[in-house]
């Protein structure tokens, strides 16, 4: 892994992590920590989308994010997608510990297998944890396990109607509730955001694809996050 740190007009620093493997297989162990500390503005993404490639019988890839966020500070982490591919066995989590007094933004996407490529997840295993902390007390918990046939899985229509792409963003600021009208008005039937308590925004989205999915979050990030999206992320 390597972390990049790109010359930018805004004043928060931004970090691009780079994955020199191109990919995630069973038996890669990957492990992040990062800090914003006391009044600073942090924004992470990724160099490209993550992809979690076949893995053999009885391996794991394993993915370990952790992130602190200091009194008034901001953290923006904002990774390009993960794309799951047929026979991938991928474990991931992402632990973020928030002071009373910081900000976060967070956007994590997965794509079930390429559209373009005509291609069907029948065989894959995940294992996907997002746990939001604050002052060590849990604020948001999100846990996804996907076994087997993923495709017929999610062609359940009280599951995801066949979609193939989720993004999951949790925004805490104490704007987030006034933040809440704007956002439903961009939303389609396939999505949904909600005020948790009183400073945290929750949205889930489903799209066929992950184009589509992209059209609608890009206008979302921008404004939540207050300043242009990564570089990354426009080309």
Excluded at 79 to 107: H, K, M, N, W, Y
Excluded at 128 to 134: K, Q, V
Excluded at 185 to 200: C, E, K, N, V
């Amino acid at each position: 892994m390597k972390l990049l740190f790109p010359r930018t007009d805004d004043a928060a620093l931004q970090g691009v992590v780079v994955n020199t493997a191109g990919g995630v297989t069973g038996g890669d162990r990957l492990n992040l920590h990062a800090t914003a500390r006391v009044g600073t503005s942090l924004t992470l993404t990724t160099q490209a989308a993550e992809r979690a490639y076949r893995a053999q019988s009885g391996e794991t890839g394993l993915i370990r994010n952790t992130v602190s966020v200091a009194p008034q500070a901001n953290l923006a982490w904002l990774p390009q997608e993960t794309i799951l591919f047929q026979g991938c066995s991928l474990d991931r989590s992402l632990t973020v510990d928030l002071d009373a007094e910081s900000r976060l933004l967070l956007c994590e996407t997965l794509v079930f297998g390429r559209a373009a490529m005509g291609e069907k997840l029948t065989k894959a295993r995940l294992n996907d944890r997002i746990d939001i902390r604050r002052a060590g007390h849990p604020l948001f918990l999100d846990t996804i396990h996907l076994h087997g046939d993923v495709a017929a899985h999610l062609a359940n229509p009280t599951i995801a109607g066949g979609a193939g792409a989720m993004a999951t963003l949790a925004y805490v600021a104490p704007d987030a509730e006034g933040r809440l009208a704007p956002l439903r008005a961009q939303l389609g039937p396939t999505a949904g955001a909600s005020i948790i308590g009183d400073d945290l925004l929750i949205l889930r989205a489903l799209a066929p694809d992950s184009f589509a999915l992209r059209q609608l979050l890009l206008p979302i990030l921008s404004d939540l996050h207050g300043a242009p999206l990564p570089r990354p992320w426009m080309i």
